[in-house]
């Protein structure tokens, strides 16, 4: 019986989030758990690019 | 039990939306769109308005009649023309990010190619991975959210609540990436139809001057 209930267990889906023991979130992509990080960007969403005023 | 989920500082405090320099150009090159429209305007005002009442007394028999008013209807045509031309780069225009591989954007499709990291920012390597990347750190908040709603621990909460915070700002960041990128597209598109207008009031001013051209050779004639 456990194994059939084990076997009923819903496998993660892609996407789902959990919090490690460590204090790291990690999210399932499909095959594996990896861990969630932070991106750093330079806030105004324009990167180094510009368009200027012909001087 | 469910527990309160902190809300986001994004609703409160926003990421600063500045005019960027794409909507700064975009509305450089409408004026200059606007005073070529109001130029032209202005010449076939006073082609209309000027030249029928010059030549009066001056047109005699059906053929400089005849070449007359084909001159003055060429220019007029040439006049029409420049304004059609133009009056493209003030129309509104539908972006999404698929207009990315549109005509007129090649320049802008191998700007990004060379540096996506400068268009892209960390959310991936094209515009399909950027909005993907959208999607994705939105629906991680959420699942974050759902998460904390029912945790008790206060250390895990206190964990969690961090990583709500950093699946906000990566949402955020990737909405400020895809919203600056929709703006330099359309700001691409705005640059490409000025210049094909400009090549067509170059030939429309040709026939402008043709026209006038006719007009006055009627008028001399007699």
């Not at chain 2, 305007?41 to 008013?69: C, E, Y």
Request: aromatic share 6%; proline share 5%; charged share 20%.
């Amino acid at each position: 019986m456990n194994g059939n209930d084990e076997s009923t267990v819903p496998p993660p889906e892609v996407g789902s989030v959990r919090l490690a023991d460590d204090g790291t979130l990690e999210q399932f992509d499909g095959t594996a758990w990896t861990p969630y990080e932070e991106l750093v960007d330079d806030g105004e969403g324009q990167g180094a690019w510009d368009f200027r005023r012909p001087t | 039990m469910t527990l309160p989920v902190p809300t986001d500082p994004q609703e409160t405090a926003p990421l600063p939306v500045t005019v960027s320099s794409a909507q700064t150009a975009v509305a450089d090159m409408r004026a200059t769109a606007r005073w070529t429209v109001a130029a032209t305007a202005a010449v076939g005002g006073v082609l209309l308005g000027g030249l029928p009442f010059a030549a009066i007394g001056k047109l005699h028999g059906g053929g400089d009649l005849a070449l007359a008013v084909g001159g003055l209807a060429v220019a007029m045509a040439g006049v029409f023309w420049v304004i059609w031309a133009t009056g493209e780069v003030l129309t509104p225009r539908f972006v999404t990010l698929t207009s990315l591989d549109g005509p007129g954007l090649a320049g802008l499709r191998a700007a990004v190619q060379r540096e996506p990291e400068a268009f892209f920012g960390p959310f991936g390597a094209s515009a399909a991975e950027l909005d993907r990347s959208c999607r994705h750190h939105t629906q991680t908040a959420a699942r974050i959210a759902r998460l904390l709603v029912t945790e008790t621990d206060d250390v895990r909460r206190a964990r969690l609540t961090h990583w709500l915070g950093v699946a906000r700002s990566n949402a955020a960041h990737a909405r400020a990436r895809r919203r600056a990128l929709l703006e330099l597209v359309h700001a691409w598109q705005v640059r490409a139809t000025l210049r094909r207008a400009r090549i067509h009031t170059l030939l429309a001013s040709l026939l402008v001057v043709a026209g006038a051209v006719l007009f006055l050779l009627a008028t001399d004639g007699g």
